[in-house]
C-alpha cells in the first residue's frame, strides 16, 4: 500500500510564508504537488526528480516556491514565501509518473511533469489560505 501523507497546510495573510511537507511510504523517482481552487482545474505547481534532485516550477509560483526532499529521499516540501491570495487551493502531493516517461531536457517533458494524469498515487491534500 502506498501512501502519501501530506502536512503543513493552514492560513496565513499575502506576504506569509507557509511549508508542507508529503511523507511517501515508497521511493519514487518523479514527485510533485499540485493544487486545485475551487472551479478550478488542478494545476501543476511543483516537480522534483528525486534521483538527481533537479526541480521544476509552475509560471504562477516560479520565485516564490520551492520544493526540495530530505536525505532519504522519502519525504518532499514546499516552501511557498510570498503568499498572494491566489495560492489559496487544496495542495496535493502525487508520485510516481511511470506512465508519461519523458527525458526531463526533451520539449514535452514540463507538460508531462505537470500532467495530473501522468501521477499514479495522490496525497489526501492540505487546504492553503491567503488573506488580504
Known amino acids: 500500500q502506498v501512501d502519501l501523507v501530506e502536512a503543513g497546510g493552514g492560513s496565513v495573510r499575502a506576504g506569509g510564508s507557509l511549508k508542507l511537507s508529503c511523507k511517501n511510504t515508497?521511493?519514487?523517482?518523479?514527485m510533485a504537488w499540485f493544487r486545485q481552487a475551487p472551479g478550478k482545474n488542478r494545476e501543476g505547481v511543483a516537480s522534483?526528480?528525486?534521483?538527481?534532485?533537479?526541480?521544476f516550477y509552475g509560471e504562477s509560483v516560479e520565485g516564490r516556491f520551492t520544493i526540495s526532499q530530505d536525505n532519504a529521499k522519502t519525504t518532499i516540501f514546499l516552501q511557498m514565501n510570498g503568499l498572494k491570495p491566489d495560492d489559496t487551493a487544496v495542495y496535493y502531493c502525487?508520485?510516481?509518473?511511470?506512465?508519461?516517461?519523458?527525458?526531463?531536457?526533451?520539449?514535452?517533458?514540463?507538460?508531462?511533469?505537470?500532467?495530473?494524469?501522468?501521477?499514479?498515487?495522490w496525497g489526501q491534500g492540505t487546504q492553503v489560505t491567503v488573506s488580504s
Open positions: 515508497y521511493s519514487s523517482a518523479s
Open positions: 502525487a508520485a510516481d509518473r511511470s506512465a508519461c516517461p519523458a527525458a526531463w531536457w526533451s520539449p514535452g517533458f514540463s507538460a508531462l511533469a505537470f500532467s495530473p494524469s501522468c501521477y499514479k498515487y
Open positions: 522534483i526528480l528525486t534521483g538527481s534532485d533537479r526541480t
